[in-house]
C-alpha cells in the first residue's frame, strides 16, 4: 500500500472483473434480520434486483462496457495483467468467459462454469484428477491454458454423464465399487471413455495402460478393468 496502489489478489480480481449482479437475495435466503437491518432490505428490495456494469478491481471505478474497462486498465493501470474473454466449447456448448490469460482449464471450469468434476488434486500433471478430453485426446487440465483451447471441443465428466451412451460406464463404476472417496473418481471415468472411444473391446492391460496416469489413493485400482470391460460389453450391446 505504501505505493498508494491497491495489492490485489486473483480471486478479488476475477471476482470483480466481470459482471457485478446484486440484488435482494437477503430475505429470500432466510436469514433473521435485526430491525435496521429489515429497513436495509426493503431498500434493497424496491431497486432493481439486478445491475450489470463492469467494475475496476484496482480503482473501483465503474464502465458501461468490457471495451472501456479494457481502455482503463491498459492507460491507468498499465502494470496489472488484463482480463481476456475466451471462447470455449464445453460439452457442445459454445461460451465466452472472461479470464486472466494464465488461467487455467480446470480453473476456468470450476470457477467460471461451475464445472467441478475435473478436480485440481495436485495441480502439476502428476494425478491426472483433472483429467478432461481435448479433441478427442485425454488432456490434463490443470497443465493446460484456458486460452489454449479456443477452438477445440472440450468434454468432461460432465458432458459424458449427461450422455446416455455412457451411462453403462457410470453404472458399472457403481456396481463394482470402483470409487470410495470418489475424489479421482471423474478423472479415472473420463480416460476410461477415452479408452473406450478408441478401443470399444479393452483387454485388463489397455485399461492399465489408460487409466496409468490416473492416481488413486484409496486404492480402488483393482476395481477399474474389471468396471471399464463390463461396461464395454454394455455399451457395444453384447449383455
Ligand atoms: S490436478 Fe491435474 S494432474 Fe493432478
Ligand atoms: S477413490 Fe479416493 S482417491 Fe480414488
Aim: with cysteine.
Amino acid at each position: 500500500m505504501a505505493d498508494g496502489k491497491k495489492n490485489i489478489d486473483r480471486r478479488s480480481f476475477l471476482k470483480n472483473a466481470g459482471f457485478i449482479v446484486g440484488g435482494g437475495a437477503i430475505g429470500a435466503a432466510g436469514i433473521a434480520l435485526r430491525p435496521e437491518m429489515a429497513l436495509a432490505a426493503d431498500a434493497v428490495k424496491s431497486v432493481p434486483k439486478t445491475v450489470t456494469q463492469f467494475r475496476c478491481p484496482i480503482c473501483n471505478k465503474d464502465f458501461a462496457s468490457f471495451a472501456e474497462l479494457k481502455q482503463h486498465f491498459k492507460t491507468d493501470h498499465p502494470e496489472h495483467v488484463e482480463p481476456v474473454t475466451t471462447k470455449l466449447n464445453i460439452n457442445g456448448e459454445d461460451c465466452e468467459v472472461l479470464i486472466e490469460p494464465h488461467w487455467t482449464l480446470q480453473r476456468t471450469l470450476q470457477f467460471k462454469l461451475g464445472l467441478t468434476g475435473a478436480k485440481h488434486m495436485c495441480g502439476r500433471g502428476a494425478c491426472g484428477s483433472c483429467t478432461v478430453i481435448m479433441d478427442g485426446k485425454a488432456i490434463l487440465s490443470c497443465m493446460t491454458l484456458a486460452v489454449e483451447c479456443e477452438g477445440k471441443k472440450i468434454q468432461t465428466v460432465e458432458g459424458i454423464a449427461a450422455d446416455p451412451k455412457w451411462r453403462p460406464l457410470i453404472d458399472s463404476y457403481c456396481k463394482w465399487d470402483g470409487m470410495q472417496c470418489g475424489y479421482c473418481t471423474p478423472g479415472m471415468l473420463v480416460s476410461a471413455k477415452n479408452l473406450l472411444d478408441k478401443k470399444p473391446n479393452p483387454t485388463v492391460e489397455d485399461c492399465k495402460q489408460a487409466l496409468a496416469g490416473n492416481l488413486c489413493s484409496c486404492g480402488t485400482y483393482h476395481r477399474h478393468p474389471t468396471a471399464i470391460m463390463e461396461a464395454a460389453q454394455i455399451i457395444k450391446g453384447g449383455v
